[in-house]
């Protein structure tokens, strides 16, 4: 008899026991959930490539230096779809970040066109002179649109990658063009400057040059090996027409989902790994050109004359761009910078 009570009180006690802990468990799942913050984060930059490995870096610091609780899921090869769809799936919350170039980046604010007139800069130096003239300016408009700036770095030089052995601007502006899809007006741009200017996502590039759509491009060497579009265009003209910024950034509101101290530590190192990618992207550029031209491709350089041309076809397109792609003011201190004046 003294049994037949003891083992309901005893069962009932169990089931309390094991609610309670149930509970407990349950109760602390939910508080580790809440404390950690998934990032997807794409990127056009091809798998292997000097970019998503310096992603796969950052997300394998953060997830130590936070103790498991962010995790970096990154998406290359354009997976995500172009610059521009990665803007947009950004602002609607399906992705938190995104290492984009400028292309990208004035998606969310037109003045980061500054950072890339045609023929403006000519080196390294003069290219960190406009971008350290703008980046605090950059960064806090971005901020406003909801988008924190991790890292800034480089993505090379823009070269015009063609099918004719000519160099001069009459026969680039014959070519079917490339130009990057946007309705920011830049297509117009290039057509008003005398290019047959086709407006293509990059994601396009490849079924555009194998479908004979487009038979010519502007692109860094980097990206030209990486995605093997230069098979379809067997010379690249030696002129730097523009530079490439990179930049990766993640949506404020999933940033400060992270404790302040966390944050800090992921910045700084963001930061570092920035800088390390950009030594390496100007370290290897010479050395993508080297492995072309050794699968056939030809470096083409333009005469003194022709180089003029095309100087004067750029210069042409500043009154274009000036207050319409890019912001007087901000035009303005570009080409200040840019010619090293304050």
């Known amino acids: 008899m003294i049994f037949g009570i003891i083992r309901p009180v005893v069962i009932y006690l169990f089931l309390q026991i094991f609610c309670t802990v149930s509970m407990f468990t349950m109760d602390s799942a939910e508080y580790e959930s809440s404390r950690s913050v998934v990032i ?18 950052i997300a394998s610091e953060w997830n130590r230096a936070s103790g498991g609780a962010v995790t970096l899921r990154i998406y290359p ?21 995104a290492m984009i170039t400028n292309a990208g980046l004035s998606r969310f604010v037109s003045e980061a066109n500054a950072l890339t007139i045609p023929l403006a800069v000519d080196s390294w130096e003069s290219l960190d002179r406009v971008r350290n003239a703008m980046k605090p300016r950059l960064e806090k408009l971005l901020e406003e ?9 480089d993505a090379g030089w823009v070269r015009f990658f ?11 502006q014959k070519a079917k063009l490339f130009v990057w899809s946007s309705d920011d007006g830049t297509a117009d741009v290039w057509k008003a400057s005398g290019f047959n200017a086709i407006p293509l996502a990059s ?27 230069f098979a379809f265009t067997p010379y690249m003209i030696d002129m730097p027409w523009a530079p490439l910024i990179g930049v ?5 509101d999933t940033w400060e989902k992270i404790p302040e101290t966390t944050r800090d530590e992921l910045k700084r190192i963001a930061e570092d790994a920035g800088q390390r990618l950009q030594k390496e ?7 993508a050109i080297s492995e072309m031209q050794k699968r056939g491709l030809k470096v083409i350089k333009p005469s003194e004359d022709q180089y003029k041309e ?24 570009a080409m200040r910078a840019a010619k090293g004046e304050k």
């Open 40 to 57: 997807k984060m794409a990127t056009l930059a091809p798998s292997g490539s000097a970019w998503h490995e310096n992603l796969k870096e």
């Open 281 to 287: 992207v100007r370290r290897i550029e010479d050395q």
């Open 77 to 97: 090869d354009g997976v995500a779809g172009d610059e521009s769809d990665m803007v947009r799936k950004m602002r609607i919350g399906q992705l938190q970040g």
């Open 248 to 252: 990766t950034v993640v949506t404020k």
């Open 310 to 333: 095309w100087q004067k076809v750029a210069q042409a397109s500043y009154p274009k761009i000036r207050g319409s792609l890019i912001p007087t003011q901000w035009f303005d201190d």
């Open 162 to 172: 063609v099918n004719n052995p000519d160099p001069s601007v009459k026969t680039v």
């Open 145 to 153: 649109q909801g988008i924190v700036v991790l890292n800034w770095g």
């Open 203 to 229: 994601t396009d590039i490849l079924p555009g040059l194998q479908t004979g759509m487009i038979n010519a491009y502007n692109s860094t060497a980097t990206m030209a090996l990486a995605s093997q579009w």
